[in-house]
């Protein structure tokens, strides 16, 4: 199993340029999350989904879109770069909500190292 | 809302010991989750253990143990035995059990083992 898979791997971005960070899983999870982990913090929760076609808000959504077509999918969109925005993203799946279960775990990607300059 | 707090940005053992990470938490919920995940250097994040709210128990994992203190909203984390392998950040989480359960986060420790 591939588990999450997040691409790419690193972006350097020029202010003002938009970007999607792509996030799939092949685990048939129904939520999946988008996280930020800036240096030296803990990860905050962007936006997160239930099911094909729900999303939500988390903790620090200004400046991002997603979008939830497929059970598989679930890109972030960037529309408007900002300074403000250079992290590390992580897309995480669970079959529960909110995962946390030894044997229903919260699957996380290697992630997204994004900086915008 | 809920706030995670992880006071030690950064600890250090000795291979072989024993090293206690400290997280405070904050909520006005009687029922949730508390976990730890680790970070190695590949960026994964890996459940480490869990404690439930409503478990007077603290929960064990080989090496790994909980001291949860409901009333004063304190999780730690007790690493025996401390390996190499060990280093790592380490992440304090709660997570509500209502609605879409979503994970909080704490600032994390980093976690050195010298040999």
């Known amino acids: 199993n591939a588990g999450v898979t997040q691409t790419p791997k690193f972006r350097i971005l020029k202010i003002g340029q938009s970007m999607t960070l792509q996030c799939a899983q092949d685990?048939?999870?129904?939520?999946m999350y988008w996280y930020r982990q800036d240096p030296g913090m803990g990860l905050k929760l962007i936006y997160y989904?239930?099911?094909?076609?729900?999303?939500d808000k988390g903790e620090v959504p200004n400046g991002y879109n997603v979008s939830r077509s497929t059970t598989e999918d679930f890109p972030l969109r960037l529309e408007l770069a900002a300074p403000s925005q250079t992290s590390v993203y992580f897309c995480?799946?669970?079959?529960?909500?909110?995962?946390?279960?030894?044997?229903?775990?919260?699957?996380f990607g290697n992630g997204t190292r994004l900086t915008v300059t | 809302a809920q706030t995670v707090t992880q006071s030690q940005p950064e600890m250090s053992v000795q291979e072989a010991e024993t090293v206690t990470l400290s997280c405070t938490y904050d909520?006005?919920?009687?029922?949730?989750?508390l976990f730890w995940y680790k970070q190695p250097p590949s960026r994964q994040m890996i459940l480490v253990i869990r404690?439930?709210?409503?478990?007077?128990q603290n929960a064990t994992e080989n090496r790994f143990s909980v001291n949860f203190q409901k009333a004063a909203k304190s999780f730690s984390l007790k690493i025996s035995d401390s390996q190499l392998g060990d280093a790592a950040m380490y992440f304090c989480?709660?997570?509500?059990?209502?609605?879409?359960?979503?994970?909080?986060f704490g600032q994390g420790t980093r976690l050195t083992i010298n040999p």
């Open positions: 909520t006005s919920e009687s029922d949730y989750y």
């Open positions: 989480a709660y997570r509500t059990s209502q609605g879409a359960q979503k994970l909080v």
């Open positions: 404690q439930e709210a409503y478990k007077q």
């Open positions: 989904s239930v099911g094909a076609g729900i999303t």
């Open positions: 685990m048939n999870h129904n939520y």
């Open positions: 995480a799946s669970s079959h529960t909500p909110g995962g946390g279960s030894y044997n229903s775990p919260l699957h």
